[in-house]
Each structure stands twice: as C-alpha cells, then as structure tokens.
C-alpha cells in the first residue's frame, strides 16, 4: 500500500525548512482553524469516500469473520482448500481492522496523525497483510490445479496445508522487513509541530534513489505480476478441463447430445426420455454435475478477474511513482491524490469481496465453503471435491 504523499506543497511551504520561525500564538490557532475550515474539512466526494470505506469495513470485518467461525465451528469443514481460505480471511481481516482506518484518515486529512512508532508498524503490517492475501490466493490456485487437472499426481493434506500457510507468513513477514525500516514520520510545518499532528508525513526514507526503485521493482513482481500470472496459467488450464473435458465417469452420449441443463432436467422430470428409472436417476445426477462444474468454471474466473482489477491501479501507481519518480512535481495534486485514493479503497473492496465470491458464488447449491455437498454428485472423489471448492 502507498503511503500518502507529502501535503502541503500548494501553500507555499518549504518541504526542507526546518527551522521554527517566531509565530504569535494567536495567529497559529487562528491558521490552524483556517487549515481545518477550509483545507482539511472533508470535500463533498471525499463524504461519498468515507461512506464507500465504512461499507468496505463493516462488510469485510463481518464476512471474513464468518467464514473464520464457520470452519472453526465445524470439524468436517476443516479441509485443506478451506485452510487456505482461513487464512485469506485472517488476512483481510487484519488489513481491514488495522490498516483501512489509518489509510481512511490519511487520505482524507493528507497527514499522518499516529506518531513515529506507528508509521513503522502500520504500513509493515500493511505490506504484510497484502502479500500473505496474494501468496494465498496463488496457493489456493496451484491446490485445485492439482486437484483438478493432476489429481493422482499431488495429495494436498492438512498437514502440508498448515505448513504451506505458515511458509506464507513466515516469507511475507521477512520481505516486508524494509518496509518498516526506511519508514518515517517528520513534519511538513515545523514551526507547528509541537502544536498539532496536522501535515505529519509518514514517507520512506531510502539512502539512496536506486534502492527505492529495485524494492518496488521487486515488490510488484512478488505481490502482484507473479501471483497473477500463476493464477492466470492454473485457471485457464482448470477452465478448459472442467468446460472442454468430458469429466471422469459421465457418458460420451451426454456431450454428444449436450443441451442445457434445465432443458434435460425437465425432460427426464416430465418422463419424456423413456429411459429405464435407474438409468434417469443417473443420467440425471451426470447433468447435475455438469451444471455444476459450469458454475465452478465461471467462479474461477471471478476470483482471477476481481484480483487483477482490484490490486492493477494501486500496483502501477506504486510503480510509477517510486521506480520512475513521477507524481512529484504534479500539477494536479486533486487528481493524484484522488487516484491513489480509490486505489486504496480498491484493495480493500477486494477484502470484502473474497468472502462473498468464495462463498456465495460456489458451484454448489449448498454455501459451505469447500465442502463437497450432496448436491454436486460424481463418481470421481477428486473431481467430486474440487468441483464442490
């Protein structure tokens, strides 16, 4: 996550003064009421902004939560597919409650308002958080690949899921590590900062300008054009087994014959095929599990494309502003900061997203999660679960 640039510049401030100029101190709280009146004082799109966060907020905290007490709750649901989604959750959970009201009220004030030690521990936890959500999502990924399209070559197991999740952390704790290192608090208005924490800027401070820039160089290529990429490559090999194959233990006269599923259910519902009661029942349940593996199809491909979408602006703004310095010397600072807000507000929409694509939009009538389900039959156990995740 980006932090704020530094505010102040359209008001004639020297970014670099450090030296306190002798201010009557009813003319510093005069100009601190002018700042807050008419400077800081939320704009009419920025209310729509704060209404949009607190969406974001209630409907993220709550689902995530949700997902987390269901498996907790419920022995049978602790699979390997749902341990990983435990995660994610636990994830968007900690950038929701930690992150999403710093970032709220920096976006809004254009100041850093947490003091010195907090400017270190937020946007570490923050980075931290993004990068055990992507690494996750990309295991979830490479899980069904397995699942799917290898199921007799890898066996996913508890065991391995628990450490696999614990890689996660333990990697994402370690390169997020310079993130909090070159992080630091200082103040655009010296001569106001033993009076109020408006304009404070928490911004990295890098010894040198190639560090930045091999960092965030790194940084998009581990937290967004890698995890996407492996996404992209186990999903559209996972599409075209579960569309274009005929799944283990169907019939070749139901592909050859292939006609919507509800138009096949209401024939053999209304007797109309003729076929004997136990070879409909059959035929029945091969439909249904079509139908199913359709829905989980077009499931794959919502998670893949809310993910790109959602983590594209803030990535390329990253980029553009820390490996080819643009944005210092912007002529519409409206403009810029607008669009890293939104950005911002983006990554966390994805939060609140994850519970509800997940979940609800499941390929079985059943939402619980991974769970295989009565509803998605199948002879193959292997295609059964990955079709019912």
């Known amino acids: 996550m980006e932090p704020s640039a530094t505010p102040g510049a ?41 209404a949009a966060y607190v969406a974001v907020f209630v409907v993220a905290l709550v689902g995530n939560t949700l997902v987390c007490l269901a498996v907790w709750r419920n022995h049978h649901m602790r699979t390997v597919t749902n341990y990983f989604i435990v995660n994610l959750s636990l994830a968007d959970v900690l950038v929701t409650a930690i992150c999403l009201p710093a970032s ?19 946007p ?51 390169i997020m590590v310079p993130q909090a290192a070159v992080m630091e608090c200082s103040s655009v208005l010296p001569e106001l900062a033993n009076r109020t924490r408006l304009f404070s800027v928490c911004d990295e401070r890098w010894a040198d300008d190639l560090y930045p820039k091999i960092y965030h160089s790194c940084f ?17 090999q996972i599409f075209r087994k579960l569309w274009g194959r005929q799944i283990p233990g169907t019939t070749s ?41 359709r829905k989980t199809a077009k499931m794959l491909m919502v998670v893949l494309l809310v993910f790109a979408l959602c983590y594209l602006p803030i990535s390329v703004l990253n980029v553009l502003k820390r490996v080819f310095g643009m944005f210092r010397q912007a002529s519409d600072r409206e403009a810029v900061y607008a669009c890293f807000t939104f950005s911002h507000w983006l990554v966390y929409a994805n939060s609140a997203a994850n519970p509800i694509i997940y979940n609800f939009l499941s390929g079985c009538k059943e939402k619980s999660l991974a769970l295989p389900c009565p509803s998605c039959p199948g002879h193959d156990p292997h295609l059964a679960a990955a079709l019912c995740s």
């Open 10 to 50: 359209q008001m004639g401030v020297p970014p670099g003064s450090r030296e306190p100029s002798p201010v009557p101190p009813d003319y510093e709280d005069e100009f601190l009421r002018y700042l807050w009146r008419d400077y800081l004082y939320p704009k009419q799109y920025e209310w729509v902004l704060i």
């Open 104 to 122: 709220l009220l920096v976006d809004i004030t254009e100041s850093w308002l947490f003091g010195h030690a907090l400017c270190k521990v937020i």
């Open 124 to 174: 570490y936890l923050q980075a931290v958080s993004v990068s055990v959500a992507v690494l996750t999502l990309s295991f979830i990924a490479l899980d069904r690949w397995y699942a799917i399209c290898h199921p007799l070559l890898f066996k996913s197991t508890a065991r391995r899921a628990r450490g696999s999740i614990l890689g996660i952390w333990a990697v994402s704790l370690a």
């Open 220 to 236: 998009f290529i581990v937290t967004y054009l890698a995890p996407l990429g492996l996404m992209a490559m186990a999903y559209f």
């Open 253 to 293: 006269a139901l592909v050859r014959n292939w006609k919507r599923p509800s138009d096949q259910l209401g024939d053999l519902e209304q007797g109309l095929s003729g076929e004997p009661q136990p070879r409909a029942r059959a035929f029945l349940a091969e439909v249904k599990q079509m139908r199913a593996r």
